[in-house]
């Protein structure tokens, strides 16, 4: 079974202090990894995956995450956070068998920028 | 062009209802998958469609079911509410059933069960 576990369900951090979000999986098969953030009142918007091709995941808004299969990690980075980086962060991790984009998520991480 | 819609946005029920959600999918997108987010909670996985059947299914009662129309929408019914079924329900859409589809999510329905 697929499961995802995301530590620290609240991060603060200062306003251009580096962003550090934690996921670590567990599957039984080579998994494929999702970041996705949630703004307030709104749906989910993909950051970026991870699908194999290489361990270090560049995406959207300056995010980057790095797949570390001996640690079973998938870390959420940004050097410097901004004000409008302030969401709910949700892992999520799926696998090829079935050709299924099921995705099973981690409970959240709220990411706070203080001024 | 318009992203993955839902309708409606805000709902309230009671005990032992029934209620249908909407969801429109992005154009070009021919894959219906549906979550639901409780408070506090990641988004949990429903069902998905496509060509107009069920492919797959999360650990859901039968009271949750579903529909895909021609037009690629989608609904969810849930039967007999229970106040654990108040929520956000999420549908995404997708290209295809490949996991490595990006899906893209809608603003969600936010159910209230009295």
């Given amino acids: ?115 | 062009d318009a992203g993955v819609t839902q309708s409606p946005t805000h709902l309230i029920k009671t005990r032992g209802q029934q209620v249908t959600l909407r969801c429109s999918p992005k154009s070009g997108h021919d894959t219906v998958s549906w979550y639901q987010q409780a408070l506090g909670q990641g988004p949990q996985f429903i069902f998905q469609y496509y060509e107009e059947e069920e492919r797959q299914r999360g650990n859901f009662p039968d009271r949750f079911s579903g529909h895909q129309f021609p037009n690629y929408s989608s609904e969810l019914n849930v039967n007999a509410l229970l106040l654990g079924d108040s929520a956000l329900y999420l549908c995404a859409s997708s290209f295809g059933t490949g996991v490595l589809e990006t899906q893209y999510f809608g603003p969600g329905t936010r159910l209230l069960v009295l």
């Fill in chain 1, 1 to 115: 079974a697929q499961s995802v576990t995301q530590l620290g369900s609240h991060v603060s951090v200062s306003e251009g202090a580096l962003v550090l979000l934690r996921c670590n999986y567990s599957s039984s098969v080579p998994p494929y990894l999702f970041w996705y953030v949630q703004y307030p009142n709104q749906g989910l918007q993909l950051l970026l995956k991870y699908t194999s091709a290489a361990t270090l995941v560049k995406g959207i808004n300056g995010f980057e995450a790095e797949f570390k299969k001996s640690e079973t990690s998938f870390h959420l980075t940004k050097p410097s956070a901004h004000m409008r980086d302030a969401a709910e962060y949700f892992c999520a991790v799926s696998h090829g068998s079935g050709n299924t984009g099921k995705l099973i998520f981690g409970q959240g991480t709220t990411l706070q920028v203080k001024p």
